[in-house]
Structures are given as C-alpha cells and as structure tokens.
T-cell receptor
Framework: QKEVEQNSGPLSVPEGAIASLNCTYS??????FFWYRQYSGKSPELIMS????GDKEDGRFTAQLNKASQYVSLLIRDSQPSDSATYLC??????????FGAGTTVTVRA | GAVVSQHPSRVICKSGTSVKIECRSL??????MFWYRQFPKQSLMLMAT?????????EQGVEKDKFLINHASLTLSTLTVTSAHPEDSSFYIC?????????????FGQGTRLTVV
C-alpha cells in the first residue's frame, strides 16, 4: 500500500477554536483524497473529498490539497465537543482501494 | 452518500469455528468491494479486494484460505473467517462506492466486531 502520514496526536483544542490536521502521501500519482471521521467503536464516516489543488469548504470543514507538495489538510472551524473523534486521511490512485494514515485523535474541550 | 450495510455488527465465536460476515450495497451496484481489518488503536489495513464474479485479490500477508471472500452478486460480498483463533479478534469493515464519473468516494459498512474465545 502507498504511504500516508498524518501528524501525530492527540490534538486537544478548546471549543470554538480551529483544529488543524495534516497529511502527506508518498505516491505522486495519487488522484483522490479523503478525510474520514471515526468515533470510537464505529466505522469511518466520509466527511470530505478533494480531487484538485486548492481549498474545498463544506460547512465548518475545509480541505486543502497541494499535489506539488503531496500534502492535504483539514481544518475544523468552531470546533464542537461532537467533533471529538479520530480523523483518518485516505488516498487513492483512481479507484476505491484506499490507503489510510494512522489517524489523528482530536479532543474538543468544552 | 451511498449506503453500505454490514451484518452482523458483533459476533462472539469459539476458537476453531467459522464466521461469515455480509456486506451489502443498498442503493447502488458494486462490482468491487473492499475488506479492511482494524486492531485497537490502529488504522485500517486493507485485507482484500472483492471482485464480483471472479476471485478476490488479497494483500500481502493475508491468508486467502483463512479469509474466504465471495462476491456472487453486484450487491453482496461475504467474508468468512475460517477456523478462527483469538488472534483473529478484530474489527472487520467493508467498503464500496458507486462508480460515477470523477467520483471515487467510498463508503463503509457499520463494521463487525469479532471476538474469538
């Protein structure tokens, strides 16, 4: 599998703050990039997908992709306690066969 | 997003027995499905690619005779853990996605927590 690295956690942020998550990948040919949220004991839930360079915003989430730097990030604005979870970065070349990072655990302090 | 359903959500079995896990795509057809395994505090590791109407493709280090995969229809893939042992206890999750132009989003089933005693 292709290598995907995420910034080590855990990450603790106060409620209302911005949580910033980073991910780098090794395969320059990767085409599709995803962020999944996984609550403890549950399966991953897709929260963002991004395919081209730049920013993509969806509600309080913003994904940023820089293919030249092989870097993808996720910003969570106005963090809520319900955002406390493990966030998984996933990368694929051109199909659904995903390579996952180790995940970053985020805790939002009320 | 698309819906992927997995059953059972939790199973406890005795060492040496076999367990079958089902993965269904409910609102789309899936020629390919993926099976992952996740140990506590670790990320998801791909076990195999399930191909409708043909043999599954296994990742390096995954025993194909122990983890039997059948993908007999466009909406159903099954994973059978044969002769289960305590070290097979894990969280097994399947994924699939509708093939639409320019979109490779994959969705996960609810997962199956297997405990072998």
């Amino acid at each position: 599998q292709k290598e995907v690295e995420q910034n080590s956690g855990p990450l603790s942020v106060p409620e209302g703050a911005i949580a910033s998550l980073n991910c780098t990948y090794s395969d320059r040919g990767s085409q599709s990039f995803f962020w999944y949220r996984q609550y403890s004991g549950k399966s991953p839930e897709l929260i963002m997908s991004i395919y081209s360079n730049g920013d993509k915003e969806d509600g309080r989430f913003t994904a940023q992709l820089n293919k030249a730097s092989q870097y993808v990030s996720l910003l969570i604005r106005d963090s809520q306690p319900s955002d406390s979870a493990t966030y998984l970065c996933a990368v694929t070349f051109n199909d659904y066969k995903l390579s996952f990072g180790a995940g970053t655990t985020v805790t939002v302090r009320a | 997003g698309a819906v992927v359903s997995q059953h059972p959500s939790r199973v406890i079995c005795k060492s040496g027995t076999s367990v079958k896990i089902e993965c269904r795509s409910l609102d789309f057809q899936a020629t390919t499905m993926f099976w992952y395994r996740q140990f506590p505090k670790q990320s998801l590791m791909l076990m195999a690619t399930s191909n409708e109407g043909s043999k599954a493709t296994y990742e390096q280090g995954v025993e194909k005779d122990k983890f039997l995969i059948n993908h007999a229809s466009l909406t159903l893939s099954t994973l059978t853990v044969t002769s289960a042992h305590p070290e097979d206890s894990s969280f097994y999750i399947c994924s699939a996605g509708p093939r639409t132009a320019g979109n490779t989003e994959a969705f996960f089933g609810q997962g199956t927590r297997l405990t072998v005693v």
